[in-house]
């Protein structure tokens, strides 16, 4: 896989065999040097092929652990990253929310795990992928969350009812100008509409914000907060693009490595929402 230039080839030849023995991870190692079974060989040198030719761990194996939970992944959804936890981590400095809305849910790895570190909290999970719901609901069961999550198929806001106290996103951002730019395993696998708002050659990157943005001061409830994911070079764009919307502080919070990665808006307790 090194001469694929996938750059951890061995860290992931070792989860790839880990995989197709169906092992634990100190399984793995008290088998040594052991021959795998012919099926678990069979199956690893498939996932090694798969991955020689640039198709994301996840997609192979089928989940990503994020937050510390093993979500399902396929190639209907975005592969949860880990800068995405930086939006996790946020949302939990700034208290419990009762009612969560996730929009764009993919996977529903921010719903979920929200709603797993808030036990008394309820969401609702909305995607414009019939598939990606169907994963997301799979995600829900997987963690024991199906009594406290709902998903539905909404356009961002469009079928979404009622007031919520977090909202969070990770929406696609990525203009597509930027798109040949990108590592393989995100151009040529994963679903271009959970990455790119929009085609038109001027695009921007920031449509869905915008969209968001619209609909943001008829469903944040008030004294409510939201968290959504951005570009390394967005933070400004999007900050300027939320605070003209509805009244609100605004604040930008970087990753690990300090590149800006999360959007946080503070609902004004005394404003008057739409």
């Known amino acids: 896989m090194e001469e694929a230039g996938i750059t951890d080839a061995l860290r992931e030849a070792r989860l790839l065999a880990r995989w ?34 640039r198709r ?21 959804t975005l592969d949860p990253r880990p800068e995405s ?47 990606a719901l169907a994963v997301a609901t799979d995600n829900a069961a997987r963690h024991g969350l199906t009594p406290r999550a709902a998903f539905q198929r909404s ?4 079928a979404v009812e009622g007031r919520f106290d977090v909202i969070v996103a990770n929406p696609p951002y990525i203009a597509p100008s930027e798109v040949a730019a990108l590592a393989p395993e995100v151009r040529l696998y994963e679903p271009r509409s959970a990455l790119v708002p929009c085609d038109a050659p001027a695009a921007d990157g920031l449509e869905a914000y915008r969209a968001i943005a619209s609909g943001l001061g008829a469903h944040l409830a008030q004294g409510g907060s939201a968290f959504f994911e951005i570009g390394p070079s967005q933070g400004r764009a999007v900050a300027g693009i939320i605070a003209a919307a ?29």
Request: hydrophobic fraction near 45%; proline fraction near 5%; include cysteine.
């Open 56 to 76: 994301p761990l996840a997609q192979i194996t089928g989940e990503r652990l994020f937050w510390g939970r093993s979500f399902r992944v396929t190639g209907d």
């Open 246 to 274: 509805l009244p609100c502080t605004v604040q930008v919070v970087p990753d690990l490595d300090g590149r800006d990665r999360v959007i946080c808006v503070f609902c004004i307790k005394s404003a008057v929402m739409p």
């Open 20 to 53: 197709a023995g169906e092992l634990e991870a100190t399984a793995l190692l008290l088998c040594g040097d052991q021959p795998m079974e012919p099926a678990a060989s069979a199956r690893f040198e498939t996932g090694v092929t798969a991955r020689a030719a």
């Open 155 to 158: 356009d961002w806001f469009s």
């Open 85 to 131: 936890e930086t939006l996790i981590a946020t949302a939990l400095e700034h208290g419990a929310g009762r009612r969560v809305l996730d929009l764009g849910t993919g996977t529903g790895c921010l719903l979920l795990s929200l709603l797993a570190e808030w036990p008394g909290a309820t969401g609702l999970g909305v995607d414009l992928s019939a598939a």
